[in-house]
């Protein structure tokens, strides 16, 4: 993956829906992190990340919330103009908020026309299958790119009453193919699988020609998809088997703070050459 520190504007290969597809049929892997303010995103997009997703996890990560049921829909566009302002390569998905499409497909395309206007993001994501498929007709009529979303969906996190692992069962694997499948010939340019065995995660993507992006879902796969506030160490609690931390920034960040406090105390801070 290039770095994109200091390229212009036009010397980025802009990620768009068909590159991801070019990716899948060249078999290059496809990198997607979540990010949710300006900062993040523009750190993540200089480094090449292909996919930002605004993950309706924000309602987890930056506001406190035990599910992301809670976040709204004017809460997901603010995190993703935010994003948007940033990012100069990286191709932008927003979550679609619980509550904000499930109602009718009117609504739901209504809710997809809002995040695509107000934050100028690329694509939607939507959690479900068959459930939402007239939904995903609709948005997709009206020229927005949907990603899908199958084995655990958190928004249906009351339904299933626990975070295990997905489609271990036969019936329910058989039912996340067919769904995969239906969610492909209604046009959707990706599908996130999250939690489910390795083994069906590769089915999967052996069955349908969209990319297919794991968490969880193992590394035959398209591409992998990770919170950022976990793969990088702040959050502390959260530590399921697929998750690799790549920093602990949580102690780093600590530190520092308890740096500054001791610095603050002691007057060592701001010394002569940090003051007019
Ligand atoms: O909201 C989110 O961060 C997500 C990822 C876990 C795929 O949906």
Do not use: W
Not at 222 to 238: A, E, N, S, Y
């Amino acid at each position: 993956m290039t770095e994109n520190k200091g390229l212009k504007k036009s010397e980025y290969r802009k990620i768009t829906t068909h590159v991801l597809q070019e990716m899948k049929l060249k078999s290059e892997k496809i990198a997607m992190l979540t990010a949710y303010d300006f900062s993040m995103a523009g750190i993540l997009d200089a480094a090449g990340i292909d996919v930002i997703l605004v993950g309706d996890s924000a309602s987890n990560v930056m506001a406190g919330y035990s599910s992301t049921l809670p976040i709204t829909l004017d809460q997901m566009i603010y995190h993703a103009s935010s994003v948007m302002r940033a990012v100069k390569r990286a191709l932008v998905v927003v979550d679609l908020p619980f509550g904000t499409y499930q109602g009718n497909s009117k609504e739901a395309l209504s809710s997809a026309i809002r995040i695509m206007k107000e934050s100028g993001a690329n694509a939607i994501k939507m959690e479900g299958g068959r459930e939402i498929i007239e939904s995903v007709d609709r948005i997709l009529s009206a020229g927005i790119p949907v990603m899908g979303h199958l084995g655990l969906t958190p928004q249906s996190i009351h339904k299933f009453g626990t975070y295990v692992v997905r489609a271990t069962d036969d019936a329910e694997a058989q039912t996340l193919l067919e769904d995969a499948h239906l969610l492909e010939e209604a046009g959707c340019f990706s599908l996130v699988l999250e939690k489910i065995p390795a083994k069906l995660g590769g089915r999967v993507t052996n069955e349908i020609k969209i990319p297919t992006i794991g968490i969880g879902a193992g590394h035959d796969v398209d591409g992998q998809v990770l919170v950022l506030h976990d793969m990088l160490g702040i959050t502390q609690k959260f530590s399921p088997r697929f998750l690799r931390r790549y920093h602990n920034l949580y102690e780093e960040i600590r530190g520092s703070v308890n740096s500054y406090i001791h610095d603050v105390k002691t007057v060592d801070f701001p010394n002569d050459r940090e003051q007019y």
